[in-house]
């Protein structure tokens, strides 16, 4: 485990998200880190196709659904 030095707002952010998503504060951080990282290796897949793809990865397949 290693410490990294954010910026106060982005701490905030991180902060009030956590609460929203459930997460810890770290959790989110992480979260966060992990999308971003997988965004970049990955520059023409959208949010969806990406958290798809993990679930897939960590055999969780999700039926496509739709909204009536």
Do not use: Y
């Amino acid at each position: 485990m290693g410490i990294v030095k954010i910026d106060n707002d982005l701490h905030e952010e991180v902060r009030r998200a956590s609460a929203v998503m459930c997460r810890s504060i770290n959790a989110q951080a992480e979260f966060w880190i992990k999308m971003g990282r997988l965004a970049e290796a990955n520059p023409t897949l959208s949010f969806n196709d990406i958290v798809k793809m993990q679930l897939e990865a960590a055999d969780l397949p999700v039926a496509d659904l739709k909204v009536a």
